[in-house]
């Protein structure tokens, strides 16, 4: 391998005789100075050509970053770079048809993959499947006619109802049990313009209750009945109730801060299963 001398411009001469040539102290540039000095230089001539001139490349040499160190590892990354190349062939070079059309018919049978079918199978799971069929089964139940009773007497259907009025202030005087709710109708003795009719009302025995506001029934008072007036209300019932009964008493109360209660004569009125 040939090496290639570095050349610095303007000082290549220089070079040269720093590196081959050699003063000597004492010794003048003339006469036997300069045979020392030719002397001196072909000595470090035979002394520089005993190195191996391709260590000397190698060893200088700087490899790039992105190049690969030994030439194995250049040909496996070769190999890698041919084998990942994607290839794109259409359907018409390998013999065929580039589209595939399909007529389909309103009286077909569609067809479903049995994988579907065994999705649809494995779904919900089994627990699910439990909780949702319990459901049902207490929503279906929650449908029933004659599903919560009355565990008293419609006290509107009473003889003496007006009578009661009169004495208590306020009396019940029918309900209706619906699927989902309790409508009821409720008579009060005229005290003024401005009063309070509610209804509370407990799902389980009085540890917890809540109260329904009622709202007056327009065009009820005529000059029959002009002492008393009607009030409307709605009980919400849960359609998962359980097994329970529902109890409510009445509370009216007048503008002028009196309070009645009818709880049908301390009873409480009671819906039962």
Not at 148 to 162: D, H, M, N
Not at 186 to 193: D, T
Not at 248 to 262: L, Q
Request: hydrophobic residues 35%; contains cysteine; negative net charge.
């Amino acid at each position: 391998m040939d090496i290639k001398k570095p050349e610095i411009f303007g000082t290549s001469g220089l070079m040269e005789d720093s590196i081959f040539k050699s003063t000597v102290v004492g010794e003048s540039d003339n006469g036997d100075g300069g045979d020392i000095q030719e002397e001196h230089g072909r000595k470090l001539r035979d002394d520089f050509s005993k190195f191996d001139q391709e260590d000397i490349f190698m060893k200088d040499r700087r490899r790039a970053k992105s190049l690969p160190a030994y030439p194995e590892q250049a040909t496996l990354f070769n190999n890698l770079t041919q084998s990942c190349r994607k290839r794109v062939q259409f359907a018409d070079s390998l013999g065929l048809t580039l589209a595939n059309v399909r007529h389909f018919s309103v009286t077909d049978d569609p067809q479903i993959p049995s994988k579907v079918f065994s999705r649809l199978q494995s779904f919900p799971p089994q627990q699910d499947r439990e909780l949702l069929g319990d459901i049902c089964e207490r929503f279906a139940a929650s449908f029933q006619l004659n599903c919560l009773t009355c565990a008293f007497e419609q006290p509107g259907e009473s003889c003496g109802f007006e009578d009661r009025v009169r004495e208590q202030r306020v009396s019940l005087e029918k309900i209706t049990i619906f699927h989902f709710d309790i409508r009821g109708l409720i008579r009060v003795f005229n005290f003024g313009l401005k009063k309070e009719v509610s209804v509370r009302y407990t799902f389980n025995d009085w540890l917890s209750f809540v109260d329904a506001q009622a709202v007056l029934v327009p065009g009820f008072a005529t000059e029959d009945n002009a002492q008393t007036e009607q009030f409307g209300f709605t009980l919400y019932t849960p359609p998962f109730l359980d097994q329970s009964s529902i109890q409510f008493a009445i509370c009216y109360k007048t503008e002028n801060g009196a309070e009645y209660w009818d709880n049908n004569f301390g009873q409480n009125y009671t819906l039962r299963y």
